[in-house]
């Protein structure tokens, strides 16, 4: 194992987001505290508590998801897209490493990055509303097990990409409207019998139900289930990238 | 002495069909320069990236200082530095932080005296908080070669490390070059200028399609195929070259005050003091004489034309 090879790429990757601090970390900073305005303050006074937790509350577990989610697939995507894209790669291809190496320098820090995200929207939520994390231990297990997971995917989604388009592609169509429907904003008992049993379909409802567990104590499904749905993505992801560490898949030529 | 690098049968298909390279076979030894030429896409590009396991070949088997370049891949490449044809660098990373993400990728602990070494050697130091994207092209090469330098490698492959550089910028390069085997590596550099290869390199592989077509030391490769030329000035203009001098294949200048005689410095006998004998006994006197030997090029472009 080339430990220090690991831990170059992913000082190198630490570095670049620590280089645009404005864009990594204070943009969905910005975009959050935009939400809680809008969802949080203005249409949340309207809406009553939701299983016993206000409105402004209940969204927070959601909203640190989405972001999360999409840092994550974003962020790893492009981390080792652009390489490929500038022509750096053929450094990474040429060095010593092996390709589990490469997965974990890169995987690692866009899934540090997504985490930190996650902590500084969740304080950055604190200052609007009134949280209160009744299993501390979970929270962060979910958080960073969702980190890593869509982290994966988003690594694999990059080494597919041979355009930009692509490279948007996925994420766009795929991962935002299935985080957006994921329950970030309402529970799911709030919607018509047959929009519930579409939504189980969903595998983000089994993370933010899971997430949101580990806040408040409600979930739209049981926590077992959540935490099995994570497990199953993230062996998943794992398999895609053993498979492409086997085939060499659009890895070198 | 075993060589550092060896390529025993290379073959290399691309996916579209492409034959890059056919049954290529080179022993590259310590120390020395070698200066891969041929025209562009003769392949040099791709024999490179198959020796620092970019691409993946069809058949044969390279070795680096005894090792199996894929097989014991993480010795190979630790011994290898690569500066790509292409300047492919992060615009807005800095000059220190690229060599020094560099040298950890290669597994080396931290070092900035040497990196610092390596800048100094390459005059970058002054430069090594700007970002990239501030630099000039002769510049990023040269950053190109600290990266490559970074993690301290006994072969150097340099892909065609002049290409687009002016003249001045040449000859620094060939003056890095020549520091770099000094102090112990062993440099591979393609091109495709021909005064390039004899500028610098101690040795000179040809590549044409795919195939070498020699690997040799530049002086014996000039020897072996050089031709020289010899030009006798006269006395007294002639009119026409005396039929007792037709064997010599001479050319007469338009003039009349010169003539050329061409010889092989292969072969044993130059056949000039005969010539000499011949033209006095034929009565021309003669004022001066001049050689001079064909280059490289004039070598390279028959044997280009003999593969063909
Ligand atoms: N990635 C590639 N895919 C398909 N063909 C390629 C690729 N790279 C190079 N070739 C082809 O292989 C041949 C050799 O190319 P290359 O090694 O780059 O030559 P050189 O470096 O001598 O100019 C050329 O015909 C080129 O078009
Ligand atoms: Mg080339």
């Known amino acids: 194992m080339n430990l220090r090879a690991v831990r170059a790429i992913y000082i190198y990757e630490m570095s670049r987001t620590f280089r645009t601090l404005a864009q990594s970390l204070l943009s969905p900073v910005l975009s959050t505290s935009l ?106 297990a979910f958080l960073a097990l969702t980190c890593i997971s869509f982290s994966l995917l988003g690594f694999i989604i990059g080494i597919w990409a041979n355009n930009f388009e692509q490279l948007q592609l996925v994420p766009l169509l795929v991962i935002t409207p299935l985080v957006f429907l994921g329950g970030s904003f309402y529970s799911i008992s709030m919607l018509p019998p047959l929009w519930q049993t579409v939504t189980l379909f969903n595998p983000i409802v089994y993370l933010v139900s899971g997430f949101r567990w580990s806040f408040y104590e409600n979930a739209d499904v049981a926590v077992g289930v959540s935490l099995a749905m994570i497990t199953l993505f993230l062996g998943l992801c794992l398999s895609v990238i053993w498979w492409i560490f086997k085939t060499g898949y659009k890895i070198r030529n | 002495m075993n060589p550092i690098v060896s390529i025993k049968k290379m073959s290399k298909t691309y996916k579209g069909g492409q034959q ?161 085997q000094s102090s112990g590596v062993t440099i591979i550099l393609t091109t495709h200028y021909i005064e390039e290869a004899e500028a610098i390199a101690d040795r000179v592989g040809v590549i044409s399609d795919g195939r070498l077509l020699l690997a ?52 044993d006998r130059t056949g000039v003091t005969r010539l000499f004998a011949d033209l006095s006994k034929a009565g021309i006197h003669i004022r001066d004489v001049h050689t001079s030997q064909s280059s490289l090029e004039e070598i390279f472009v028959d044997l280009v034309k003999e593969s063909a």
């Open chain 2, 216 to 267: 040799e030391e530049k002086t014996t490769l000039m020897k072996r195929m050089g031709k020289k030329q010899l030009r006798i000035e006269l006395q007294s203009a002639l009119k026409e070259i005396p039929s007792a001098l037709e064997n010599y294949k001479l050319e007469l200048a338009e003039d009349g005050c010169s003539l050329q005689y061409t010889y092989d410095t292969g072969q």
């Open chain 2, 20 to 180: 890059a390279l056919r049954e290529v076979s080179l022993d590259i030894q310590k120390g020395e320069i070698l200066a891969l030429l041929g025209p562009n896409g003769a392949g040099k590009t791709t024999l490179i990236s198959a020796i620092c396991g970019l691409i993946e070949t069809d058949s044969g088997t390279i070795t680096v200082a005894g090792f199996d370049i894929v097989k014991d891949y993480r010795q190979t490449r630790t011994l290898i530095g690569l500066v790509p044809q292409e300047i492919t660098l992060e615009p807005f990373e800095t000059v220190f932080n690229t060599v020094r993400f560099s040298r950890g990728l290669f597994g080396k602990p931290k070092d900035p005296e040497y990196i610092e070494e390596i800048l100094k050697r390459l005059s970058l130091w002054d430069k090594k908080d700007s970002a990239i994207r501030e630099l000039s092209g002769g510049m990023k090469r040269r950053v190109l070669i600290a990266k490559a330098l970074s993690h301290e490698p006994q072969v150097l492959f340099l892909d065609e490390p002049t290409a687009g550089v002016d003249v001045e910028l040449r000859r620094d390069m060939w003056q890095t070059v020549r520091q770099l």
């Open chain 1, 35 to 140: 939400y809680f305005i809008v969802f949080g303050a203005a249409i949340g006074s309207r809406i009553q508590e939701v299983d016993g937790v206000s409105y402004g509350a209940f969204i927070v577990p959601g909203l640190i998801m989405l972001t999360v989610i999409t840092q994550s697939v974003t962020n790893a995507a492009f981390g080792i897209y652009f390489p490929k894209f500038i022509g750096t790669i053929f450094e990474l291809l040429s060095a010593p490493i092996s390709f589990l190496e490469i997965v974990l320098g890169y995987v690692g820090a866009a899934a540090t990055k997504s985490f930190i995200i996650g902590v500084i929207i969740l304080v950055t939520a604190n200052l609007f509303v009134d949280l209160h994390i009744t299993h501390p231990f979970w929270m962060i």
